[in-house]
């Protein structure tokens, strides 16, 4: 997360000075306060302290990354070479001793605000040149996303046609059908297909991102969407299917999903529906999946519970899973191995994920740092026992949809399981800062305090509701659910979220570092999104969300 300052030569190749002096340091320093309202004072309840050493470089990171490139990798992923006016002749790192961010060395970073969320991150914010140097598309890549995107269409008439035309009631013709891409998340493609004679008659085709078996269990997924649908939360699945990296065929839920600004409207129906999700009667154990089943490094793949019926939450095995991960890319970083290398020089399977020509960036980020505070923060969530229920895990505004009728749905699936209800609620909470990292976006007290009561009242029906249905089966007069005090149910809930969302940071910080590593960006800049997120998880920047 941290830049190593040591002068050594650049882990991107070629000599650099990432040393600065004290002052330069401390300015850094006084710029990350910044950032937070609370400065140095990261922990609520805690001793007034300065942060670790490796915050003060943050920033050094980011008004430098564009300074730090290799001209190797310049030349191998951008065809537009810098102009003149707006960077330095040379596009490799500054010389020893050189400040980093000199103005002239410095391309689209303004001194006079350095925080993280207000830097551009996001489609329409960067320029096509700036995004071929972070790893993006060339004009040749865009006519061959345009062709498979065709061939992704073409399949997914082709496996409707074969396997759902039935449910559809359809003919078994995949001329019979039209296809459309749908925007979604970054871990799958989604695709609409409908019938020609009947558009009514649709259905949902989910393809599985390249390798994300390596920490998503998809037996373990295909359990959980089941057992949501039926309980009315999930959509219907009706098949699924192997090629091309496997996916499944669901229902179509007609709606659009939200936008982060959409997020304070719905928030009462988004609490309501979490807690009808978190209310689903069910035990870790029915997810559970074989025990032979292993990820392609013969470890047990995110979310199977291996241990005992009393299995652990899913949240820290996702964790310390992309925690690994991301420790061997930088292994392989260091070693200078290439995506073909494998660490006992052998070569990998032909399905080994590729590597960006940027993937050594990841040395840039001290993961020390990002373990240390994941442990501190497992040890106080320990303390905070928040239940374990079935949850979302990934409530970004994307997954959200608002259906024809007005009403709040949530889809995919890919991160959910048995994980402490604190964690959902906080990652939703953290989730309206978009892909911007724009914290500022976040509830404020008046409104989590809102979203918590709805969501506890929710929560209240739902248990009756099932209280009754069960004293109706045992001819028994049901009891009026003794329950505390609301607010001081809200109280107990506000300090619950606090400990789990600077764990949402580091979780979505440590994902979009796997993502930088393998896939060219077309819709985000995941280093950038990486960096903010981290850094987020070390230096809080909304203090009513912290811990």
């Known amino acids: 997360m941290a830049l190593h300052t040591a002068c050594t030569p650049s882990p991107l190749g070629g000599a650099a000075s990432a040393s600065r002096s004290s002052s330069e340091a401390a300015n850094s320093a006084a710029s ?31 008004v430098s990354r564009e300074c730090r490139m290799t001209s190797k990798a310049e030349r191998t992923s951008s065809s537009t070479p810098f102009s003149s006016a707006s960077s330095p002749t040379h596009a490799g790192s500054p010389k020893a001793g050189e400040h980093c961010c000199a103005a002239e060395n410095c391309r689209g970073v303004e001194r006079r605000d350095l925080s993280p969320s207000s830097l551009p991150t996001s489609r329409g914010e960067v320029s096509a040149s700036r995004r071929e140097l972070n790893g993006g598309e060339e004009e040749s890549e865009v006519a061959a996303n345009e062709e498979e995107l065709a061939e992704t269409l073409s399949k997914a008439k082709d496996i409707v046609a074969r396997l759902a035309a039935a449910r559809l009631g359809v003919e078994p013709d995949a001329k019979l059908l039209e296809a459309e891409a749908v925007e979604v998340g970054s871990t799958n493609r989604m695709v609409h297909v409908w019938s020609r004679r009947d558009p009514k008659k649709s259905c949902a085709v989910k393809f599985f991102g390249k390798h994300t078996g390596k920490y998503i269990c998809r037996d373990k997924e295909l359990r959980l969407l089941r057992l949501l649908g039926a309980n009315d939360v999930g959509k219907e699945i009706f098949a699924t299917f192997e090629e091309g990296g496997g996916g499944l065929i669901e229902s179509w839920l007609a709606g659009s999903s939200l936008e982060p600004s959409d997020l304070h409207r719905e928030a009462a129906k988004i609490a309501s529906e979490m807690a009808r999700m978190h209310a689903i009667d069910a035990k870790p154990q029915c997810l559970l999946v074989s025990p032979t089943s292993r990820d392609s490094r013969g470890e047990p793949a995110i979310g199977e519970a291996l241990a005992s019926p009393e299995a652990t939450s899913d949240l820290w095995k996702h964790l310390f899973k992309f925690l690994k991960l991301c420790k061997e890319e930088q292994e392989r970083a260091r070693r200078g191995e290439d995506s073909e290398a494998s660490s006992d020089g052998c070569e990998e399977p032909a399905d080994s994920p590729k590597r960006t020509v940027f993937s050594r960036r990841i040395l840039l980020f001290d993961l020390r740092t990002v373990e240390e505070r994941l442990r501190e923060l497992h040890a106080l969530a320990s303390e905070v026992q928040s239940p374990v229920v079935l949850c979302h895990g990934d409530l970004l505004s994307g997954n959200i949809i608002k259906t024809d009728e007005g009403e709040v749905r949530f889809i995919d699936f890919d991160y959910s399981g048995f994980m402490e209800r ?42 009756e509701r099932k209280a009754k249905a069960a004293a109706a089966e045992t001819q028994a007069s049901a009891q009026p659910a003794q329950e505390e005090d609301l607010e001081a149910e809200v109280a107990a809930l506000r300090r619950e979220i606090n400990v789990f969302f600077p764990l949402s940071n580091i979780l979505w910080g440590l994902w979009a570092l796997i993502q930088a590593v393998h896939v060219k960006p077309r819709e985000m800049n995941y280093w950038r999104f990486a960096f903010d997120r981290l850094a987020a998880a070390v230096v809080p920047p909304v203090p009513h969300l912290s811990f």
Do not use: K, M
Request: proline share 4%; with cysteine.
């Open 422 to 463: 604190g964690f959902d609620i906080a990652n939703h909470f953290a989730e309206y800062s978009g892909v911007e990292c724009d914290f500022s976006r976040c509830p404020s007290e008046e409104e989590r305090d809102a979203f918590l009561r709805t969501y506890l009242r929710a929560l209240r029906r739902q248990r």
């Open 32 to 62: 990350l306060s910044a950032v937070s309202p609370r400065g140095s004072d990261w922990r609520q309840g805690g001793a007034l302290h300065a942060p670790s050493g490796s915050v003060q470089t943050f920033l050094a990171y980011e």
